[in-house]
């Protein structure tokens, strides 16, 4: 009798833990979750939150700007939806490819750089060539990639971050670029500073899948 009970509790509990898990991969608070702000991680990452602070942070200070006195803190819907939803997010991506394929600082066009071979030997080129059909791919990939990682309901096609960007040798310096431009493109839609700073966290947690030493 005790072992099908506990059997039973152990049905009971995996729905739990599965439950719990799925949301610390999305980076999302349910309206009853009682876990800390201290304990919190809107990426999933804490350091990756902690220099998306300090970027918007950064730019308040440059401006004069900052939040003001302490409210009482209200359960918020999930960024997806702050964000604006499908529209919003396709709002925030066409914004920020257009920024990062005209910045040079980024090379997303992988100008002059080389993948793969040994010593030298057999290497090939890693350049990307933005045609029209390839830039409406990485919008819509990108836009669900966003949408997913917000809390959105969308599916994600596309392959995986470090499949993508394997090879392509993406250096901090780019990444930090890229980084910028869509802090820029966030300025430039007047989102407020909370919803940028979960959105580069977002962004800042796949550093690690994309960038690669030359």
Same mark, same amino acid.
Not at 39 to 67: M, P, Y
Not at 71 to 99: H, M, N, Q, W
Not at 115 to 120: A, F, K, M, N, P
């Given at each position: 009798m005790d072992m099908a009970k506990r059997s039973?509790?152990? #049905?009971? $509990?995996? +729905?739990? /833990?599965?439950?719990?898990? =799925? /949301? !610390?991969?999305?980076?999302?608070?349910?309206h009853g979750d009682e876990t800390?702000?201290?304990?919190?991680?809107?990426?999933?990452?804490?350091? #990756?939150?902690?220099r998306a602070e300090q970027r918007v942070g950064k730019e308040q200070q440059l401006h004069g700007e900052g939040e003001g006195g302490s409210k009482p803190k209200e359960a918020r819907p999930t960024l997806?939806? %702050?964000?604006? !939803?499908?529209?919003?997010?396709? %709002?925030?991506?066409?914004?920020?490819?257009? %920024?990062? /394929?005209?910045?040079p600082r980024v090379n997303w066009e992988r100008k002059?750089?080389?993948?793969?071979?040994? =010593?030298?030997?057999? %290497?090939? !080129?890693?350049?990307? !060539?933005?045609?029209?059909?390839?830039?409406?791919?990485?919008? =819509? *990939?990108?836009?669900?990639?966003?949408?997913? #990682? $917000?809390?959105? +309901?969308?599916?994600?096609?596309?392959?995986?971050? #470090?499949?993508? *960007?394997g090879g392509m040798k993406i250096t901090n310096a780019e990444f930090d670029a890229s980084i910028g431009d869509l802090k820029a493109t966030l300025d430039a839609l007047k989102f407020a500073s909370a919803e940028q700073k979960e959105l580069l966290a977002v962004f800042e947690s796949v550093r690690a899948q994309t960038v690669e030493k030359r």
């Amino acid at each position: 009798m005790d072992m099908a009970k506990r059997s039973g509790d152990t #049905a009971k $509990t995996i +729905p739990v /833990l599965c439950a719990i898990l =799925l /949301l !610390s991969i999305c980076g999302c608070k349910s309206h009853g979750d009682e876990t800390t702000e201290k304990d919190f991680h809107t990426s999933g990452s804490r350091e #990756a939150d902690q220099r998306a602070e300090q970027r918007v942070g950064k730019e308040q200070q440059l401006h004069g700007e900052g939040e003001g006195g302490s409210k009482p803190k209200e359960a918020r819907p999930t960024l997806y939806e %702050r964000l604006g !939803s499908d529209a919003g997010v396709k %709002r925030i991506v066409d914004d920020f490819v257009d %920024r990062v /394929l005209a910045d040079p600082r980024v090379n997303w066009e992988r100008k002059g750089v080389k993948r793969g071979g040994v =010593l030298g030997i057999g %290497r090939g !080129s890693a350049e990307w !060539s933005p045609t029209p059909e390839k830039i409406e791919a990485l919008k =819509l *990939h990108l836009a669900q990639f966003v949408a997913v #990682a $917000t809390g959105g +309901p969308t599916l994600y096609e596309g392959a995986r971050i #470090a499949e993508v *960007h394997g090879g392509m040798k993406i250096t901090n310096a780019e990444f930090d670029a890229s980084i910028g431009d869509l802090k820029a493109t966030l300025d430039a839609l007047k989102f407020a500073s909370a919803e940028q700073k979960e959105l580069l966290a977002v962004f800042e947690s796949v550093r690690a899948q994309t960038v690669e030493k030359r």
